[in-house]
Structure formats: structure tokens, C-alpha cells
């Protein structure tokens, strides 16, 4: 999850709409490609706005940088659609894991290989090193506006910013270890084993948080293991 904020749900996309997220797709595909096969600093605006039949000012309608090619995450819309219908009893954990499995099992194998290389870019490319730490912010903050939703604490809650955190971290440490190169399947079974690793830090809902409580480490974090 990056670059996009948590929005209200709204209506379903009207036809304009509709061709827009359609252009915007198509010229991120090609340019993925062109990254693939020519690499990254290589490859010119214009020769992605040729390969997706566009001209260089439509190109910038759709992406202000060649580097938003890479950093605009498309599933980011649906996972937090996702992410709130998912049964309320689930906690921020629970339902972001729902999320994530249930949008990207249903990628193609070339929506995946694509997402791989999008994925791949963003961790190793050094042209993107610094938009990657932007966007590890712009992660956390819309994890923690979604966890804030779900438990009814405030976004400045120091328990809801630590939990975003540590999700980022397990998510990162994911895509590092697999180096992006797994098949679908493998990753989903390494996301839901690292998204294990975060069984102590349980975010409670507002109305059952005991800050200071027993088994309480930071407010609202349930720590792992209960009182002695």
C-alpha cells in the first residue's frame, strides 16, 4: 500500500472515469515493460507515451514523473474498499490480511509479473530510493487513517501509528526476502507467515482498550502473553 489516501466510498466510476483509469493503466503497463526490458533510467517519456499510443502531454495528464509510473500502486483503491467490508469482529490485522489476499489472488499471471517488476523497481532502482521512503510515510498514514475507522481510536493514537508501522515493516521485509521473484502463490503464503509475526501487537477497539491494563504494552497494543 502507498501512495493513496483512504476516501470515503463513493459512487461507481462513470464512463469518463472509466476511460481515464483505463488510459492510466495502459501507459503504466508499457511502461513497466520498457523498464523491464531496457531499464529504468534508460527509458524516455517518450518512448512510453509511443509504446501506449499517447502523446507526451497526455502522458503528463496521467503521471506528473516518469517515476509515478512506478509508484502509483493500482490495487491500493481496492484493498481499501476491501479492507472495510471486511466483518467487523476481524481486527486491523485480520481484515488488512483478508485485503491483501482477496485482491491480489485475483491478479492474472501477467498482472502479477507486472506487479513484480512495479514492486521490484520500487525497492532497487536508486532513482527511486527517495520516493520510496515517501511513500512508506504515505503508507503508514493510510493505514492508520483505516485502523482508526475500524476501533474507533483517534489517527493520532500512539497505538494506531505504532501498529501501521509494523505492518509497513513486515510488508518490506517480505518483499526483501522473496526479492519479488516468487510466484503468486509463494508470496501470498509468505505475506500470511510474516502478518503471523504480528499476533503481539493486537490493536483493540476503543471500547475495550486497557491502557496500562494487564497485558498492555503501548495504549491499545496487546502485548503478547497475558499477566503472570
Known amino acids: 500500500m502507498t501512495a493513496h489516501r ?9 464512463l469518463r472515469e472509466r476511460k481515464k483509469a483505463k488510459t ?9 515493460r520498457l523498464f523491464k526490458d531496457q531499464g529504468y533510467a534508460e527509458t524516455t517519456v517518450q ?3 509511443a509504446a501506449a499510443e499517447v502523446s507526451p502531454a497526455t502522458f503528463f495528464r496521467y503521471f506528473a514523473t516518469k517515476e509515478d509510473t512506478v509508484v502509483l500502486d493500482r490495487l491500493d483503491p481496492v ?8 466483518p467487523a469482529e476481524l481486527t486491523p490485522t485480520e481484515a488488512l490480511q483478508a485485503a491483501i ?22 525497492m532497487n532502482a536508486p532513482e527511486l530510493r527517495v520516493r520510496m521512503l515517501d511513500q512508506l510515510y504515505e503508507g503508514i498514514d493510510l493505514l492508520v487513517t483505516l485502523a482508526a475507522e475500524r476501533t474507533g481510536r483517534a489517527p493520532d493514537d500512539l497505538s494506531v501509528r505504532a501498529w501501521a508501522g509494523a505492518v509497513v515493516g513486515v510488508m518490506m521485509a517480505t518483499y526483501r526476502q522473496l526479492a519479488i521473484d516468487a510466484p503468486l502463490p ?22 475495550r482498550a486497557d491502557v496500562g491494563g494487564c497485558g498492555q504494552g503501548v495504549a491499545g497494543l496487546e502485548a503478547e502473553g497475558g499477566c503472570g
Open 186 to 207: 509463494k508470496y501470498l503464503q509468505t505475506m500470511d507467515l510474516a502478518f503471523d509475526q504480528l499476533d503481539g501487537l493486537k490493536l483493540s477497539s476503543s471500547d
Open 101 to 122: 489476499r482477496q485482491s491480489m489472488s485475483e491478479l492474472t499471471d501477467d498482472e502479477w509479473e507486472l506487479e513484480s517488476e512495479r514492486q521490484r523497481l520500487v
Open 79 to 86: 484493498m481499501i474498499e476491501l479492507f472495510r467490508s471486511q
Open 6 to 14: 483512504a476516501e470515503p466510498p463513493g459512487k461507481p466510476l462513470g
Open 47 to 49: 518512448e512510453i507515451a
Open 24 to 32: 492510466r493503466a495502459a501507459i503504466q503497463e508499457h511502461a513497466l
